[in-house]
């Protein structure tokens, strides 16, 4: 089956050199990026991967995957890093018709990932006590089309919690995750995973020794580094700079009732 433009869809703008755009295919000239002026308008009903000549260079017009989304996202709060989104995922065991309960939503870079992981059967309730970031994180999740799968609402949860109970992950992105370890207890389902994100050892430490009085177990933390490499003819070889810390992610299990 062919897959092709429809009116609305995002469309990915790739070209080699050039960084990737995102925009809604919507009928007659858009402004792109400041002045820059596209008019997708003749790609609607054509096949996916078509050309699109654009300032002088020619792109190619895909599907946005999650990197995509997650390089052009809007930024407001620090977002989290795709290599620990990944792991993110993976230990906080988020798949398929997942009841993922978040906090904080930021720049709803997390909130793209677990929205794209748990799909169009799951639901992920995303919290955050700012207005201005929970508006900034739903415009970008909205962006790719993914706004009925994720409810945003302005709370905080250290003082409040989620509000509801029957999710099989919690995953939090915020500076005092301690405060949430009871709230996350009333949250999950028996043997529901908490997972927390965060920059420092020392936030890490604390949360680790609430952990150790709560109803959680099996707790373990760890970081990831990713090393990119540089590869030209026969000078192959790591790349001299990396980015060599952005958080350490703990997880643990809902045991105890
Ligand atoms: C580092 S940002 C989260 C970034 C997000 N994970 C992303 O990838 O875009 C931390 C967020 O946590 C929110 N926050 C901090 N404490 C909170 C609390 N107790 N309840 C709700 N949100 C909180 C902040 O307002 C901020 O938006």
Same mark, same amino acid.
């Given at each position: ?16 050199? =050039? ?156 500076? =005092? ?81």
């Amino acid at each position: 089956m062919v897959d092709s433009w429809a009116e609305g869809d995002a469309v990915c703008l790739i070209a080699p050199r =050039e960084a990737p755009r995102i925009v809604r295919l919507a009928r007659g000239p858009q402004r792109v990026g400041g002045d820059s002026v596209l008019d997708l308008t003749e790609q609607i009903g054509r096949p996916v991967g078509g050309e699109v000549p654009w300032l002088g260079a020619t792109y190619r017009a895909v599907r946005p995957s999650l990197s995509d989304l997650l390089t052009t996202l809007h930024r407001g709060a620090q977002i989290v890093t795709a290599k620990d989104a990944a792991q993110i995922l993976l230990l906080a065991g988020v798949a398929p018709g997942g009841r993922v309960a978040e906090a904080g939503s930021g720049s709803g870079a997390l909130t793209l990932v677990l929205a794209s992981a748990v799909g169009p059967g799951g639901h992920v309730l995303s919290c955050d006590r700012r207005p201005e970031f929970l508006e900034n994180a739903r415009s970008n999740v909205a962006r790719a089309g993914w706004g009925d799968r994720v409810e945003f609402r302005r709370r905080d949860v250290a003082l409040e919690g989620w509000g509801e109970d029957g999710f099989t992950s919690v995953v939090l992105d915020l500076a =005092e995750p301690w405060q949430v370890v009871t709230h996350a207890e009333k949250a999950l389902v028996p043997g529901g995973i908490f997972l927390a994100y965060l920059p420092t050892i020392n936030q890490t430490a604390e949360l680790r020794g609430a952990l150790e009085r709560s109803a959680f177990a099996m707790a373990e933390t760890f970081e990831i580094l990713r090393r990119t490499w540089h590869i030209e003819g026969r000078s192959v070889r790591p790349d001299h700079r990396m980015v060599a810390h952005t958080g350490f992610i703990t997880h643990a299990r809902l045991l105890a009732a």
